[in-house]
């Protein structure tokens, strides 16, 4: 018998028992980030936490304190940034084992402290603690709205058109570079999937003109894979989808490390890109006025009416159900 | 050679280097809680976060999955109660081994939704990991001040009268007969150190009553002991103290189990009581304010001008310097 399907069931079970309907959380347990509106504040303050553990989501040989750094920060501002909110400050919990040095963790809190990947958000305070069990690192971000615009998983209608940012797949191709013991690799492809893996950039600025526009419906960050996140939007959103499969913005160059990049593309994790709905009326314009500086945007499908059925249709138009095979903590229990 | 002297060092070792002065954040680093002053906002909006890890901070056999949420909410709220905040949110990243049943994880929340525990805050959120190593809870928790009051570990002057809540070393008292084996007690004091260890009432009404009160020059909250939460407090404040060993509200029941009543209350942890500094002149009027419904509490020392040093006078006027040997989570590791 399962303990519990999976981690989307499991926190479906929290939000049925612990939420609350008050006037100060706008939105609370079971998207991206809560949204809650200070008294007498202009603004929104959103409010999201992510934990990376060591030997679950990550490994000490396959990165350094830096990179690990940047990356246990970049992605909570990639929540803020499926928001389309600022970043403003955020916290760190860190727990580490003896033999750590005051130089790793040093280096670990100079790579939070990089633009690319706070995106402007300061480091407010933390908890520091010994471990016994590896490092383990815990995350709080801030951000605020901006004009009191904020996109959540739910607002697709059937109809909108499916959008992502960048390329998908990428990170997933570096991983398993890492995994093949492939650290320092010399082609560029491959120092650019380990990049993308070690160093995820947060789409907040993206995040924020996609919210400001007016135009999006609906927007997640792809952390756990297309075929995890899709679903959830779509459960938020009431709705099906249905994604073409040669429209994927897929890294063609993991073929030459034997991946399969649309697989990648679809079930791999970690991308951090943004996936988004945009009316079908106001594709057009959204693409037109869609500022060239920012990662280019692709159409890979669209919401439909059929509640919670994802389809991708190959070439050909033969429709197969996506299997849901992004990363789940729980799956495995199940 | 030592990594590190100390987790104090090692915190203001990250102060040092990431402290920023900008007007949104009026205290960073360095406190119970950081103090945003979020734009348009009547009020501060206060942030702390605590870890606790399965092995360092508790073990699974000496409680049960509510005790366990109830103390780990409770824990942040009083770093909350330290400031004199109003506790409003939390969010809690969970991380659990395999064999974590369903029951488990709701019983846990069930505790985090006691009002003793979380007092009134609003569970917003959070992050769900599987673990390989034990169970480890992150709590970031949010609170506001009340009229702008709030109370910081600096502040205090040379003279001050030095005040605690409440019973020290009971907690401490506890957590021996939880190590001594002795799980299910029958007599009324070890079943009530016991409890103080398990379910710490965070004290939120007092510390708002005593910031509000306009009498109090600083508070800290004492989670790791008075020998290791008194020097900080002198160290933001610049003074040093003076402690009468008499006058300590100490837990007499532990001589039952063979413990020194005033060291648990000198170096136990956990107590979670206030400790507070009140200029002389006024603390007659503050101990006929104070309303009896809160714990009592109870004069200790003074601040003294001689900054750093922490003494404690014993009876006939002995005076020792305290030795900080309350709980420091990399003491073991210099």
């Known amino acids: 018998m399962p303990k519990f399907a999976s981690e989307n069931r499991l926190i479906q079970l929290l939000r049925d028992r612990y939420s609350i309907n008050v006037p100060l959380i706008k939105k609370g347990i079971g998207d991206d980030a809560a949204v809650i509106r200070p008294k007498h504040a202009g603004e929104y303050l959103l409010i999201t936490t992510d934990m990376l553990l060591e030997g679950i989501d990550f490994r000490r040989e396959w990165t350094d304190p830096r990179r690990l750094g940047f990356k246990s920060v970049a992605v909570n501002m990639s929540d803020l940034a499926a928001m389309g909110a600022k970043p403003l400050f955020f916290t760190v919990s860190l727990a580490i084992p003896s033999g750590i040095s005051r130089r790793w963790i040093m280096d670990f809190y100079d790579g939070m402290a990089e633009p690319d990947s706070n995106k402007g958000a300061y480091l407010i305070g933390g908890d520091l603690s010994r471990s016994e069990n590896g490092i383990m690192i815990s995350i709080t971000a801030l951000g605020e709205s901006l004009n009191r615009k904020v996109l959540y998983r739910s607002g697709g209608k059937a109809g909108d058109i499916l959008y992502v940012t960048g390329v998908l797949g990428r990170s997933a ?24 893996h070690q160093r995820p950039e947060p789409r907040c600025e993206t995040g924020i003109w996609l919210a400001q526009s007016g135009l999006v419906h609906c927007m997640i960050d792809l952390s756990d894979g297309v075929s995890t996140d899709l679903p959830r939007m779509c459960a938020a959103s009431g709705t099906g989808a249905e994604i073409f499969r040669n429209d994927l913005p897929i890294f063609k160059e993991a ?73 789940d903590h729980f799956r495995l229990q199940s």
Chains 1, 2 share one sequence.
């Open 173 to 196: 191709a570096g991983l398993k570079l890492l995994q093949d013991g492939c650290l320092h690799p010399k082609s560029r492809s491959r120092q650019e999937a380990i990049r993308a």
């Open 255 to 327: 073929r030459e490390w034997e991946c399969d990049p649309v697989e990648l593309a679809l079930h791999g994790g970690e991308d951090f890109e943004l996936l988004f709905a945009v009316p079908k009326s106001k594709s057009r314009l959204l693409e037109n006025r869609y500022p060239s500086k920012y990662p280019e945007i692709k159409r890979i499908g669209r919401l439909t009416p059929d509640s919670g059925k994802i389809w991708i249709t190959e070439p050909g138009n033969k429709r197969l159900r996506l299997m849901d095979l992004g990363y």
